[in-house]
């Protein structure tokens, strides 16, 4: 589930975290329109003791489409995100919303 604090580093962009339950997972990564897509784009950390992985990307405001890659090649949406869209390739992207603020709607 997508959180968001504002960077102070960075003022046009909003740190927001990225989280996914799965424990059997050896590498998880995100991508999305904000990496272009790329599936090594982004690494999550694992907690061995809980099996969540994790990740914080600067977003700029506005709207991004991703999701997460598990061991390279298993693409899947967010089941956290309350926004999906078809892909146009038979799959559903998430969708995040980000304002100047913080996450607006994930």
Do not use: C
């Given at each position: 589930t997508?959180?968001a604090?504002?960077s102070?580093?960075?003022?046009?962009?909003?740190?927001v975290?990225?989280?996914l339950?799965?424990?059997t997972?050896?590498?998880?990564?995100?991508a999305?329109s904000?990496?272009?897509?790329?599936?090594d784009?982004?690494q999550?950390t694992?907690?061995p003791e809980?099996?969540?992985?994790?990740?914080?990307?600067?977003?700029r405001?506005?709207?991004?489409?991703?999701m997460?890659v598990?061991?390279?090649?298993?693409?899947i949406p967010?089941?956290?995100a309350?926004?999906?869209?078809?892909d146009?390739?038979?799959?559903?992207?998430s969708v995040?919303?980000v304002?100047?603020r913080?996450?607006?709607r994930?």
């Open positions: 997508p959180a604090t504002e102070a580093a960075v003022p046009s962009t909003i740190l975290r990225f989280e339950v799965a424990p997972a050896d590498r998880v990564s995100l999305g904000f990496n272009d897509w790329q599936p784009g982004v999550l694992k907690n809980t099996g969540i992985w994790t990740g914080t990307v600067p977003l405001p506005g709207e991004h489409q991703y997460f598990i061991d390279g090649a298993e693409w967010d089941p956290d309350h926004a999906q869209v078809d146009g390739f038979g799959q559903t992207n995040i919303v304002g100047p913080g996450v607006i994930s």
